[in-house]
């Protein structure tokens, strides 16, 4: 699975005790877009997941290369607000945190769940989108280690 390259995200969620938490995801994908639908994977033993349940919300941060440290602190064993330290974060419609320094956040609602495996899939229906007004390259994770595109990817291949 470490040779299976992806886009680094930062899930994030509201506790009923206002108390913010987050991971980072890189299970994170599109579903579909018309209504917009967004799949992520949490492993049931994080102790994100059953904040996330609870809650019936999440927000999925998309990040950019200047993100990387955060991606990182998100992903160790680290109090849950002391992860979110060091950076902008709002809301928008489900109370979850988005990252302002984000390429795209989605504000999403529980719309579906399943179990397999180690992980919960959770399917979340899109209710708010907020994007960067000067967005960085994506971060990608592979093999282990965080990276990014080496080529400009903000044109479109020649056809």
């Known amino acids: ?5 992806g886009g680094v995200c930062i899930i994030t969620s509201l506790g ?13 994908c599109s579903v579909s877009a ?10 049931r033993d994080n102790r994100s997941h059953d904040v996330i349940r609870e809650a019936g919300a999440f927000a999925v941060n998309v990040l ?15 109090a849950s607000e002391e992860r979110f330290q060091g950076a902008r974060w709002t809301t928008l419609l489900t109370g979850a945190p988005l990252l302002v320094s984000a390429l795209a956040s989605f504000d999403c609602r529980i719309a579906q769940v399943m179990d397999v495996g180690t992980h919960r899939v959770i399917l979340g229906a899109v209710q708010a989108v907020r994007t960067a007004p000067a967005p960085d ?10 990276g990014g595109f080496t080529e400009d990817v903000s044109q ?3 056809e």
């Open 34 to 43: 018309e209504p917009p639908v967004l799949l992520i994977c949490v492993n």
């Open 1 to 5: 699975m470490r040779q299976l390259a």
């Open 64 to 78: 950019g290369v200047g993100d990387r440290a955060l991606a990182h602190r998100f992903a160790r064993r680290v």
């Open 137 to 146: 390259r994506p971060l990608l994770y592979a093999n282990g280690s965080y």
């Open 16 to 28: 009923p005790d206002g108390g913010r938490v987050g991971l980072t995801a890189t299970a994170v």
């Open 156 to 158: 479109p291949e020649p």
